[in-house]
């Protein structure tokens, strides 16, 4: 058979070096950034639940940042474990400037590399119900006295040396508060990454593990995170942050919400994140353990979705592999 097809697709895939001239999204290194988990534990403690993630303590972190960063990595979130004896109702170690998560910033700071440094801002690790705000006297999650703390921890972050403070909480109005508390006080230079599109997703169960969140898995977040099946409910959020002066948006979890990182990139003038979270990380660490999936393979096929959808900047745990793969 010998058709005259005017169109044949197949010639640009015919061979490695076309299929590459034509590829039309490439990941670096420098779209990654890390999420670090850091302890008050004496060693690293390997997380059950995220094989190949670790908690960090203090002590290996500058070993460990400087190792990354040599490999190519330029961006790091750091997520803080904290003792239980330290936590409260409302979170008050946050504000103390002794507390792990400021003790990382000024140490990552003190090495002086051309990196981005992020720090997560939410009450949830140093609560001791875990939810992301404080509980009013109804047992409700309050707003604004949660945007309160929040907006003072953002100085605390800027103090201690983060480029950027990442909110994570969903409260409403938290990214103008925060913005006017970093202006107030000189932190001109400080940017928001603002978590403005966070679903209610049962993807975060190993993360809250590996920081240890009180309530784990079973706690609900729905009064103020998103609800999956909304589209326009996550647009609203998007451009409400950029008025409030996000500086970057973020998306989580990324794979299960590809249209929306998509709709992000094409209507918001700003740098668009996405954040592969810990169940997202773990369901293709464990088939793969199976044999049922190929790791490498997969990872790679999963943040190349991501990219394509529209992110400039991709949270995942895979970063430190991903690095090494894309050399080789
Ligand atoms: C909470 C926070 C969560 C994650 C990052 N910040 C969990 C939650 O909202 O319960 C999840 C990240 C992941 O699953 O990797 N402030």
């Not at 044949?8 to 076309?18: C, S």
């Not at 103008?176 to 928001?192: A, D, K, M, P, Y």
């Not at 668009?272 to 369901?283: C, D, T």
Request: proline residues 5%.
């Amino acid at each position: 058979m010998n058709f005259r097809f005017p169109q044949r697709p197949r010639r640009l895939r015919q061979n490695q070096a076309i299929r590459s001239i034509t590829r039309e999204s490439q990941i670096h290194a420098t779209d990654l950034a890390l999420p670090v988990f850091i302890t008050e534990e004496a060693k690293p403690v390997e997380i059950p639940s995220m094989p190949g993630v670790f908690r960090w303590p203090l002590h290996e972190l500058e070993r460990k940042i400087t190792e990354w960063y040599s490999s190519g990595i330029r961006a790091f979130a750091l997520f803080p474990k904290i003792g239980e004896s330290k936590k409260d109702s409302t979170g008050s170690y946050i504000l103390n400037e002794d507390s792990l998560c400021y003790q990382a910033g000024r140490l990552i700071s003190a090495l002086h590399l051309d990196l981005c440094l992020i720090a997560d801002l939410a009450l949830d690790p140093y609560t001791d119900h875990g939810h992301d705000g404080i509980i009013g006297s109804e047992g409700k999650v309050v707003n604004d006295d949660t945007v309160e703390i929040l907006a003072k921890a953002s100085l605390l972050c800027a103090k201690a040396g983060f480029h950027f403070v990442a909110p994570s909480d969903m409260m409403d109005g938290r990214v103008s508060v925060i913005r006017s508390q970093l202006e107030e006080n000189g932190f001109h230079e400080t940017g928001i990454i603002s978590y403005s599109a966070k679903f209610c997703s049962s993807y975060y169960g190993p993360f809250r593990d590996a920081i240890g969140a009180s309530g784990g898995a079973s706690i609900s977040k729905q009064s103020y995170q998103l609800d999956p099946a909304n589209f326009r409910a996550a647009r609203r959020e998007l451009f409400l942050d950029i008025e409030e002066g996000a500086d970057i948006l973020l998306i989580k979890p990324a794979e299960p919400y590809l249209d929306i990182i998509h709709q992000a990139k094409q209507q918001c003038n700003v740098p668009i994140a996405a954040y592969q979270v810990s169940g997202e990380y773990s369901r293709l660490v464990a088939a793969s353990q199976n044999d049922w999936l190929n790791l490498q393979s997969c990872a790679m096929e999963s943040i190349i979705s991501i990219k394509r959808a529209g992110a400039d900047i991709i949270l995942t745990y895979f970063a430190d592999r991903l690095v090494n793969w894309l050399k080789s």
